[in-house]
């Protein structure tokens, strides 16, 4: 599955296109900040992700029910939710993020490929706190320059989180203004996964102090300390806790891991 990120861009333009992000609400972010949330919490932080399918995985879960979803993942003391509002690929929409959102006032994540700040303007809208830019997209010029999206996003008063994978990606990103700086164990150009990323990027690279996450591949107590130790501040779990039958308690024992 060779060069799989040029796919999920293209994707997102198709989306684009299509226009999935012309979102016709204007609802209200969250009262809490993900970054002091992180901070002062003193279990393991995690953002969750409500996704139906992906590439490597395929169907992970029938849609359906996203508040039901959502709300099993707060009761097991997740500090964030990640949402994909991608329809390609991940079963994701805007409308499930929206459905959410009113529900909950956790702080969100609006889980996508940007590659156009018409999805920037559609997470202002759905009232996300979070976007995710993803440091390859703008290395392989899918997108323009990561400077004038993230301060397009913070003009929308939206953090960001900027996501990398590789030791340059990873010291591209800090030299960034975003307000997060992602490490995905995933390699989105082969899907192939490795926690080891997370420690070799973080064994070479000194942290600055803005909060790293450590992303995907995550689905035991194990993990979590393991990626702890390496130096990463939070958590984003997806595929494991929607595969399990009993979501809450799943989120629970990862939060319990530290």
Do not use: W
Request: aromatic content about 4%; overall charge negative.
């Amino acid at each position: 599955m060779k060069d799989m990120i040029m796919r999920l861009a293209e994707n997102s333009k198709k989306a684009v296109d299509d226009g999935v992000y012309e979102v016709g609400v204007r609802l209200s972010k969250s009262s809490k900040n993900i970054i002091h949330e992180i901070k002062q919490n003193t279990h393991a932080s995690l953002i969750t992700e409500v996704k139906f399918s992906s590439p490597s995985l395929g169907t992970i879960r029938p849609p359906s029910d996203p508040i039901k979803i959502a709300d099993a993942m707060i009761e097991g003391g997740t500090l964030g939710l990640s949402v994909l509002t991608q329809p390609h690929l991940f079963n994701g929409s805007p409308e499930y993020f929206a459905e959410i959102r009113r529900n909950v006032d956790v702080p969100m994540l609006m889980k996508d490929i940007v590659v156009d700040k018409v999805q920037i303007d559609a997470a202002e809208r759905l009232g996300a706190d979070i976007i995710l830019l993803i440091q390859s997209v703008f290395e392989k010029k899918i997108a323009k320059e990561s400077d004038e999206f993230i301060e397009y996003a913070h003009r929308k008063n939206l953090l960001v989180l900027m996501e990398a994978h590789t030791c340059k990606e990873f010291e591209e990103s800090a030299k960034t203004g975003a307000d997060l700086i992602g490490i995905n164990n995933r390699n989105l150009d082969t899907l192939e996964i490795d926690l080891q990323t997370t420690q070799n990027i973080l064994g070479r690279q000194q942290k600055d102090g803005r909060v790293v996450v450590s992303e995907s591949g995550i689905s035991r107590p194990e993990d979590i300390r393991f990626l702890r130790s390496c130096g990463a501040d939070a958590f984003l779990v997806g595929s494991s806790i929607m595969k399990s039958k009993d979501i809450k308690g799943s989120v629970s024992s990862l939060v319990s891991a530290i």
